[in-house]
């Protein structure tokens, strides 16, 4: 794992082939706990190519230096994340 929340990353290669691009993140809270939001993309063999983006939020703990993974939570379609976005706002305005 990493030292720095700052080099945590979901990129995945296996057997030379990257099989997860990150494209984005958003560190959202930083230190012992960590909190990250990803926005990737995975390989899709039957395409030859990567599918639509993705997005991930992931919490780490730093142990002995390291942060280790500790959850996460996959929002799962473009659909969800514009529901979590549009509760989220309506929350915040109350």
Do not use: C, H
């Amino acid at each position: 794992m990493s030292e720095k929340a700052e080099d945590l990353t979901v990129n995945y290669t296996e057997a030379g082939q990257q099989l997860v691009e990150e494209l984005d993140k958003q560190i959202l809270s930083k230190g012992g706990w960590t909190t990250i939001l990803f926005r990737y993309r995975e390989w899709d063999p039957k395409r030859d190519a990567f599918g639509d983006d993705k997005f991930t939020i992931r919490r780490y703990q730093k142990r002995g230096g390291e942060y280790r993974q500790q959850s996460k939570f996959n929002i799962s379609s473009r659909d969800q994340a514009r529901q979590i976005i549009e509760t989220l706002e309506r929350w915040l305005k109350g």
